[in-house]
Structure formats: structure tokens, C-alpha cells
């Protein structure tokens, strides 16, 4: 069992039958500490607008939105091409504010053609293609960085995204699996996680993924509320009340919304 209660995920099968290979526990600790704080604040973003396109439930409309990442991208994107000259990079910017993922992806393309190991060009590719709505593009692509760089939670995450927004929740699951082999501290990771059990139609196994996220983040509103829909269909109610309480002094509209599930009286 994982320090969070939830079973040790290396018992879960790899992403789509790739097998990642092994790094020593001290370089992975190494690296982690020298690039997870300054690209802690992008995760949470994005999981703070994933969790919002879960509120549109499983339908045509919510996997449409669910290629969607927040405002504020650019920052994101360009914090992973830090080495790249400067041209490129505020062609990066102009592309993306443009909305001209075409192009984007081309130069994602000459980026990767000069050096294919460069996990921030796969990460610019990979996110103009899922703005396009080609997701299993975008799967590729997100693999690609994963693969390149397992540290990088931002990647794990939008591979799973990914494959939820292609209709594929069970490689959902099973890469966030092989996320939490590398790190088990992140709550947006646990949170998705639980998406990605609600998709499966699992509500009893997504509890435990957002019971671990509140427990890393007692403050994650968006975990909180996972946990209160997924309670109450399993009509739990002293647990769901639990999750409104939080909601009520985190995030009173999201609480409201959580409301209208309240389980009934048995």
C-alpha cells in the first residue's frame, strides 16, 4: 500500500503496453527536486480546469471541452523550451494566440527534427494537436515527453487527459498509475485519477483517489467535490456532507453545485 492508502500502483499494468524503464530512486529524487517546484503552480491550473470540464459530466460536449487547457498556456508551454533560442519561443507565443495549432505543430516539428529527445517540443505538439481535437495525435505526442521525461507531472497528466478526451479511460488509469510511481505527492495526479474511475462508471474506486488528493491538499476544493459526487452515488452520507462542509469554505458556488447530489435518506 502507497503512504496515501490507496494500493501501490506499481501492481498496475504500464500505458498502452510501453514499459517505462527503470531510474535509480536517487536521480529521480535528484531531478524532481531541481524542476517540481517551479512547475508545481502549471499542474494545479490544469487540474483546477480539468476538474471544471468534469462538472460536464461523460457526454459529446464535456469530451469536446476536454481538450481545453487554461488561460495563461503560453507560460506553460514556454517554461518547458527555456533553452530554446528566442525567436522560436515568441513564435510559440504568437502562434498560440493566434489559435493557429497547424502551425504550431509545424514548428513543433522543425523543433523535433533538429533533436526528437527535446520533451518540450513534444509537449508544444502534443497540445496544439489536442487543441485541434486530435487526440490520438496529442497521445502520441504526450507519450513521447512522459517517455523523455518522467519526472514531469505536466505530461502524465495531459496524457491521461488525452486519452480520456479519446474515450479511453482504462489507459487513462493505467498511466497515472505509472505516474504515481514517480511521485505519489501530487494531488492534481490523484484527481484525474478519480475522473478517470468516475469515466469507468467506478465511483467506489475513484473515493480512494480523491480521498488521497484532500489528504496531500486539504485546501483542493475541485478534490473535495470529486469526493462528494462520487459519494453521493454511492449514497454515502456522512462522507458526503464531509466533502459539502469543506466546499461551503472553499468554494461556496462549486459547493452549490454539489448540493443538488445530496444523497436522500435511506
Request: glycine letters at 8%.
Amino acid at each position: 500500500m502507497s503512504p496515501t492508502g490507496w494500493p501501490d500502483a506499481s501492481a498496475a499494468g504500464s500505458d498502452d503496453g510501453h514499459t517505462m524503464k527503470p531510474m535509480a530512486s536517487s536521480r529521480i529524487l535528484q531531478v524532481i527536486a531541481t524542476r517540481f517546484s517551479a512547475r508545481r503552480a502549471a499542474l494545479r491550473a490544469l487540474g483546477v480546469a480539468w476538474a471544471l470540464l468534469a462538472l460536464a459530466g461523460c457526454t459529446p460536449q464535456g469530451m469536446l471541452l476536454s481538450s481545453l487547457i487554461p488561460d495563461g498556456t503560453t507560460s506553460m508551454l514556454l517554461s518547458h523550451l527555456q533553452s530554446e533560442e528566442e525567436g522560436n519561443r515568441k513564435r510559440v507565443a504568437e502562434l498560440e494566440a493566434r489559435r493557429d495549432w497547424d502551425g504550431l505543430v509545424k514548428l513543433a516539428e522543425e523543433g523535433l527534427a533538429k533533436d526528437r529527445r527535446n520533451a518540450g517540443w513534444w509537449l508544444v505538439a502534443g497540445y496544439a494537436h489536442s487543441q485541434a481535437g486530435r487526440h490520438q495525435r496529442a497521445i502520441e505526442c504526450y507519450r513521447e515527453m512522459a517517455e523523455l521525461s518522467p519526472d514531469d507531472m505536466v505530461g502524465w497528466e495531459l496524457l491521461a487527459q488525452s486519452y480520456r478526451a479519446a474515450g479511453q479511460p482504462q489507459r487513462a488509469v493505467q498511466t497515472l498509475n505509472n505516474a504515481l510511481r514517480v511521485r505519489e505527492d501530487v494531488p492534481p495526479i490523484w484527481l484525474v485519477l478519480g475522473y478517470s474511475y468516475d469515466d469507468l462508471g467506478r465511483p467506489d474506486l475513484a473515493v480512494g483517489a480523491y480521498r488521497a488528493a484532500v489528504k496531500l491538499d486539504n485546501e483542493f476544493a475541485l478534490a473535495w467535490f470529486g469526493l462528494g459526487r462520487a459519494c453521493a452515488r454511492l449514497n454515502r452520507r456522512a462522507e458526503f456532507e464531509q466533502a459539502f462542509s469543506a466546499l461551503e469554505r472553499l468554494n461556496p458556488p462549486l459547493a452549490k453545485e454539489l448540493a443538488a447530489t445530496r444523497p436522500g435518506p435511506r
